[in-house]
């Protein structure tokens, strides 16, 4: 199966309404730009150096998303030219992202990350630290943000009971944002969650965004 008909099966298997990231984290520009030859214009990247290293050597109408851990010293690298970070889960970080967007004359649009998996090493806020930070005075002083919705990881497991669980309680926590504070603000409608191996869990329990990487560009050699 060539990277062309693995995006056309999944974009075949998940409804309109759903964006697919396709992840593209350890593969060479060179396999990226064979999905991008597909058609496909969404991707995203989980470190900084990989991708300000490939986002000069690709088309420029890629939207890149940012899913993985972000240090606030890195946000300058990405901020003139990323699409999404999805990964936000501090007020500093948000503060420094919004600074830097502003330096570019840009708006960046951001996904809270919620911990939603056993796993501790997975990071994330959980809803008191969100709260803390949406209720924070700083907030309403940042305009060169858009805050889109919220993003999660599932335990890594073959339990797809357990998963559906922790992708509901993720849709519950978008929910709860949504009522409490950003009502009125219609740009908020993201739930990042879903991977390879549970996708199609996700988009049952309520996902729009789906983040894909070894469905589509195969397995990752790491070295
Ligand atoms: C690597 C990664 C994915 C994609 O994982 P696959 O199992 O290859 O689909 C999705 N989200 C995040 C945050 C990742 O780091």
């Not at 999905?35 to 995203?44: I, Q, S, T, V, W």
């Not at 803390?132 to 907030?139: R, W, Y």
Request: aromatic letters at 8%; glycine letters at 6%; charged letters at 25%.
């Amino acid at each position: 199966m060539s990277i062309s008909d693995n995006l056309l099966k999944i974009k075949e298997s998940i409804p309109e309404h759903v964006a697919l990231v396709a992840v593209s984290k350890t593969m060479p520009a060179s396999v990226v730009h064979e999905a991008y030859e597909a058609g496909h214009r969404l991707f995203g990247e989980n470190k900084v150096q990989e991708l300000s290293a490939k986002h000069p050597r690709l088309p420029s109408d890629i939207q890149w998303h940012f899913i993985g851990h972000l240090q606030t010293n890195k946000v300058k690298y990405i901020a003139p030219f990323v699409h999404m970070i999805e990964s936000v889960d501090s007020l500093k970080l948000l503060i420094e992202i919004n600074r830097q967007a502003a330096k570019s004359g840009r708006i960046i649009n951001c996904l809270l990350q919620f911990h939603i998996a056993e796993e501790e090493s997975k990071f994330g806020l959980n809803r008191k630290e969100a709260a803390l930070m949406l209720g924070d005075p700083a907030m309403s002083e940042l305009n060169s943000i858009n805050i889109a919705g919220v993003m999660g990881m599932a335990t890594f497991t073959d339990d797809m009971e357990h998963v559906r669980q922790e992708f509901r309680n993720l849709r519950n926590i978008f929910d709860w944002l949504k009522s409490t504070y950003f009502s009125d603000h219609a740009a908020f409608r993201e739930i990042s969650m879903g991977m390879s191996g549970d996708y199609p869990v996700a988009i049952e329990e309520g996902a729009t965004i789906v983040r894909i990487g070894s469905l589509i560009f195969g397995e990752r050699q790491y070295h």
